[in-house]
């Protein structure tokens, strides 16, 4: 399974991604607002790893993309899909190791996964869900066209304290209508 665009490589994790999964998921800021805490552990990146690599992009359950940098061949971040038992619907996720957000990288992978899940795997809807107060990744997915659906008042608790949820959706008729 690869995806290319024109500066990533949207890949199957490999072994060797453990190390610089570790290390970016320990970043304080990139743990922020997600359901991991820093520092995450290299026993627990292996065991990701490994779990990442055992699972299939085109079966229902979580696929995670590794993001590879084409210049370097450096991972950069993931991007997760939670594809759905019904085989026409996905929630989609991403993190990007700090010293690469601010640069494209995250909305050109995005959009690849996207392109790949509407196109490629014929989905009818994908959706997302950030903690509220998470604007990077709200703004992310309201600029590649998701809908902002709707707010999960005190939904998760996490880290010690209720967040809420803002959830996003993106229908196919969206994403596939003819350009100029």
Known sequence: ?????????????????AAPLAAYRSDPEVARYQSWDAPFPMLRAETAVANFMA??????????????????????GDV???????????EIGFTLAREHQKQ???S??????LDHLFRVQGLHKVTGECDARNVASAGLMERLG???EGLLRQQT???GEWTDDALYGLLSTEWLIPGP
């Open 1 to 17: 399974m690869l995806i290319a665009t024109e500066r990533l490589v949207l890949r199957r994790f490999r072994k060797a991604d």
């Open 157 to 159: 608790y996490i880290k």
């Open 146 to 148: 998701f809908t902002r």
């Open 108 to 113: 050109e992978a995005v959009r690849a996964v």
């Open 104 to 106: 494209g990288y995250a």
């Open 80 to 90: 997760a899909v939670h594809l759905h038992d019904n085989l026409k619907q996905a």
């Open 55 to 76: 699972s299939d992009p085109a079966r229902p359950g979580w696929f995670q993309y590794a993001i590879e940098r084409t210049a370097d061949r450096l991972l950069i």
